[in-house]
């Protein structure tokens, strides 16, 4: 069973960076490498939703809110994905995950929490 662990949350003052790390256990590097990867988040008493996503070519695709500020990025060999965070606002604070998209969702990690004070 594929498992992901999620690292690099802080609190960060708005305009802030960080950048997240997501490694998955339980797969080859190249079963890794077929999968599209993604960033979802979720803050207190909202829907968990999909922030940034990096697919088998690398091409990316960005929620709204967050293009231009986030990049998104994956190592196969390394089996992680990564989420580089600039000039971060108050409403970017959230529980992040990462897990596969379109596909059926791996197990949840326990998520990195991201804290922006403004």
């Known amino acids: 069973q594929v498992q992901v662990v999620e690292s690099g949350g802080d609190l960060v003052q708005a305009g802030g960076s960080l950048r997240l790390s997501c490694t998955a256990s339980?797969?080859?590097?190249?079963?890794?490498?077929?999968?599209?990867m993604g960033w979802y988040r979720q803050a207190p008493g909202k829907q968990r939703e999909l922030v940034a996503g990096?697919?088998?070519?690398?091409?990316?695709t960005y929620a709204e809110p967050v293009k231009g500020r986030f990049t998104i990025s994956r190592d196969n060999a390394k089996k992680q994905v990564y989420l580089q965070m600039n000039n971060l606002k108050p409403e970017d604070a959230a529980v992040y995950y990462c897990?596969?998209?379109?596909?059926?969702?791996?197990?949840w990690g326990q998520g990195t929490q991201v804290t922006v004070s403004s």
């Open positions: 339980g797969i080859t590097g190249s079963g890794f490498s077929f999968y599209p």
């Open positions: 897990n596969c998209i379109r596909c059926t969702p791996w197990s």
């Open positions: 990096v697919f088998r070519d690398s091409s990316t």
